[in-house]
């Protein structure tokens, strides 16, 4: 992530991602970093944990991509506060973000499987 965070219980599902500052509209939030995230196979998906594969998800130019910073715990929300974009790969902020304020995504905007 790009911006300050804490990942802690949501009231969406499970763990959620929470703003640790304000963040203004327009500012980008997350960008897949190869290293810190991965790109996959479909072979090497099947052989991951079930806990690992839950965090995976397959974009729009074919690639199964594993986050492994707090991104992996955004939670889907059909009005989300952030946009996803696709090639490169980045997340912006929809709109004003409130300290505190969980951070979600539309996962059918980023999710082709």
Known sequence: ???????KQ???HGYGVFAAQDVKKGTRMWQYTEGADTRHTAAE???MPHRFRSW??????????????GAKFMNHAVQPCCDDVSDPIYTLAARDIQE???????YTTFYCD
Not at 1 to 7: E, F, Q, S, W, Y
Not at 100 to 106: L, S, V
């Open 10 to 12: 949501s009231p969406i």
């Open 56 to 69: 995976v998800y397959k974009n729009r130019l074919g690639d199964w991509i594993l986050c492994q910073d």
């Open 100 to 106: 505190g304020e969980e951070i979600t995504c539309d």
């Open 45 to 47: 998906i099947d052989l």
């Open 1 to 7: 992530m790009l911006v300050k965070i804490l990942v």
